[in-house]
């Protein structure tokens, strides 16, 4: 097929015989309609960056930890025996949703450190919203912080690229991936686009040394979908855990055709509950007409605002606990963002909790059948999944559960990356890589 990249700020086009890549992510005749490429000018890949290995990392969204093993996922198996895994599953960051845990996996960040404190939320500084369906926010950088991956690899002379990934579409401490797919709900679960971000992921590694990403991230959001619309323990999520386990499996080979030195990381960002009982409306227990709100999250405008609403709820219900912003227990890394609100409600089991009833005719409907959000550390089917195998990784190890912070010092380890101070620690997951975490000395670099 056939590559036209529009360089960003530039008239010239350039031709390469690769998939189709385009600067505006819509189809063009010609080629691969599926899953073009925004591509931003940058300089060429640095001399010890061409030296570097290179990390593909997947996502499964909402793969839940037990999901391999018991649905027979025999790719991810495979890469579990001959790799590193953690077949008790990783610890997502709470709240175990999908925006907040994405960035902090590329940040190393918890989510109240890097800013993305749920999927949606109120921002009272900025007197303004966040919504992961909302395009203009998620591409504005100004609402996330921490150095992403795909911008430190960016800032240290080596290409990046996000085949969907959040905060991928937005300019974060500087810095876009050299390539990236802007996200589009309708059609990126489809067959067609995710066989794309093989053939792209593989096409971008055939490009010459000096443009290639030795960075790239794929994105899937299989079988989260259908964790929620029928259960985690539905027929349905079974056949998409299946469906990506075989999608892996394309992937890692397409990957050992390149012959090239790649690590490749399969995680998911939180695991998925049975949703348990109906809606419970924060508003039925206190008043707060006066309250900024999204989904559970409540913003008082006044003390008198929030000690009211603490009062009334913290008595109000079994099914959840509520403190003060301050008083939140530490162990949850959810107590210093004002974006979390004041108070803070936290389910106590798998329960949907939400600050209002649609409002006027809006349609309400009971809660989906599978549900997610929840501490972790209480909701065991909240952990994630955790599978790699590489040149760089220990073959045949597993490892206990971990935080998913940690995976941001061991990824820029592996691609020889220096990164500033995070959340997470190298010596969390030193013991899965064959170098045993130690940094090469001045000057030096992987060799392929």
Not at 35 to 41: A, C, D, I, T
Not at 304 to 316: C, G, I
Request: hydrophobic share 40%; with cysteine; net charge negative.
């Amino acid at each position: 097929m056939f590559l036209s990249v529009f360089k960003r700020g530039a008239t010239a086009c350039l031709a390469l015989a690769l998939p189709l890549f385009a600067q505006q992510a819509e189809p063009i005749a010609g080629g691969n309609p599926a899953l073009p490429l925004v591509h931003v000018e940058s300089e060429p890949n640095s001399a010890a960056a061409q030296k570097a290995h290179y990390v593909v990392l997947v996502s499964l969204d909402g793969f839940r930890w037990d999901y391999a093993k018991h649905d027979g996922a025999v790719n991810l198996l495979a890469l579990g025996r001959k790799g590193v895994w953690a077949p008790e599953g990783m610890l997502p960051s709470f709240p175990s949703l999908t925006f907040p845990n994405h960035f902090t996996i590329v940040t190393g960040l918890y989510p109240e450190h890097h800013g993305l404190v749920a999927n949606s939320f109120y921002d009272p500084a900025k007197q303004a919203r966040y919504g992961i369906s909302d395009a203009e926010a998620v591409r504005d950088g100004s609402w996330y912080s921490g150095v992403p991956l795909w911008s430190l690899a960016e800032s240290q002379g080596m290409h990046a690229a996000c085949l969907f990934w959040p905060g991928s579409e937005a300019e974060i401490a500087g810095h876009r991936p050299t390539w990236y797919a802007v996200f589009d709900n309708k059609t990126q679960a489809t067959d067609d686009v995710e066989q794309a971000r093989i053939d792209d992921a593989v096409a971008l590694l055939k490009m010459p040394e000096s443009d290639r990403p030795h960075f790239i991230t794929i994105y899937y959001s299989e079988p989260d979908h259908e964790g929620h619309e029928f259960g985690p323990n539905a027929s349905e999520t079974r056949a998409a855990v299946l469906k990506m386990d075989a999608m892996i499996g394309k992937l890692k080979k397409a990957l050992d055709a390149t012959k090239l030195p790649i690590d490749l990381v399969v995680v998911s960002d939180h695991g998925m509950a049975k949703e348990q009982g109906g809606w419970i409306n924060l508003d039925e227990f206190a008043d707060l007409s006066d309250f900024e709100t999204a989904g559970p999250l409540l913003y008082g405008k006044t003390e008198e605002d929030r000690v009211q609403a603490y009062d009334k709820l913290k008595h109000a219900s079994s099914q959840f606990v509520v403190y003060r912003r301050k008083d939140v227990p530490a162990g949850l890394d959810y107590n210093q963002n004002p974006r979390e609100g004041d108070p803070v409600v936290i389910a106590t089991g798998p329960y949907a909790i939400r600050a209002h009833k649609p409002q006027g005719d809006r349609p309400d409907g009971p809660p989906e059948p599978g549900m997610h959000g929840f501490d972790p550390h209480r909701i065991a089917e909240m952990k994630a999944s955790f599978f790699a195998i590489g040149p760089d990784i220990v073959a045949g190890k597993t490892v206990a559960p971990f935080e998913n912070v940690n995976l941001y010092p061991w990824i820029a380890h592996m691609l020889g990356l220096q990164p500033g101070k995070t959340d997470g620690s190298l010596n969390v997951l030193a013991g899965t890589l064959r170098d045993g975490g130690e940094t090469p000395g001045a000057g030096e670099s992987k060799q392929e």
